[in-house]
């Protein structure tokens, strides 16, 4: 099994040399843009590393749809980004902010294709499976995003239906990720199932936090403004916590809908919400719910005969995603 040193380098290489189209240039720079202001490719990660627990062969046949699976999702972070009006991804100007959003909604458009593209790559024997798997999950994640947008306009989401939410648009992703790794790397049905479960359950656990360090993380570290959920009246799952448990949703309300147009009214919006959620003690919640998905994912490949060196790497692999939230 490769290590996670050599599991660095390759996805470091892999992102290095990932080409895209070079004309028309207005179409194709901001897809060049989002590769290149990276992130953690937890996605491609997530599938390389699974596949390497079966195979030690790093082929085009498993390189492009790893890249596609990082691809894809820097498609939906363009189209989220006009839509939840942020201008910051990653520490860097988004790309409705640094060209103009008709650039964005057609490069976007462009950068879907571009990750199918990459996904036919997958070896012929698993193709179907594949394919299937990937375009299921693109149309969950789009159901996902249209949850969130309903919820913009309801006052209160039940926990239900907030988790049904971040399963489609985050968990299944991931789920996807560590799935099209086994798949490919030849894994049994119930091993490609049980890797499926262990993504989507530290998909879940992932959202939840990116949920709490958006209110309560450190801006250099997360890479965007902190309190963007809160100045954008976006449901999260402090949000939806909160109104379980506050005595007085009124006064939530009103903190949640006070104008942020100003620096100055921005910042007492997200002082006076911030305020209620750790009145609420929903910030400890959100932790312990971090940790509970966490368990919950680790759970998923237990007993399945992977032994404690695969288990120890799947535990490490959770542990870099989320502990900075526990």
Known sequence: MISEKQLDSLVARLFDEIRFTEEPAGLYDPLRYMIRIGGKRIRPRLCLTAYSFYSETFDEGILEPAAALEVFHSFTLMHDDIMDRSPLRRGMPTVWKKWNEDTAILSGDVMLIDAYQRIAKAPRAVMDRVLSLFSRTAAQVCDGQQYDMDFESVEEVP????????????????????????????????????????????????????????????????????????????????????????????????????????????????????????????????????????????????????????????????????????
């Open 159 to 326: 926990m239900e239906e907030y988790n049904k939410m971040i399963g489609l648009k985050t968990a299944v992703l991931l789920a996807c990720s560590a799935g099209m790794g086994a798949i490919i790397g030849g894994a049994s049905e119930p091993e490609c199932e049980a890797l499926y479960n262990y993504g989507y359950e530290l998909g879940m656990a992932f959202q939840v936090a990116d949920d709490y360090l958006d209110a309560f993380g450190d801006e250099k570290v997360f890479g965007k403004p902190i309190g963007g959920d809160i100045v954008n009246g976006k449901k999260s799952w402090l949000t939806v916590r909160t109104m379980e448990k506050t005595p007085d949703k009124g006064a939530f309300l009103t903190a949640f809908a006070l104008p942020a147009d100003t620096p100055e009214r921005k910042a007492a919006k997200i002082a006076a919400v911030k305020d209620i959620y750790l009145a609420c003690g929903v910030d400890r919640d959100a932790k312990e719910e971090v940790v509970r998905f966490t368990d919950r994912a680790m759970d998923a490949v237990s007993g399945i005969g992977f032994g404690p060196l695969k288990m120890e790497v799947l535990r490490r692999f959770a542990e870099k995603l989320v502990g900075r939230a526990k």
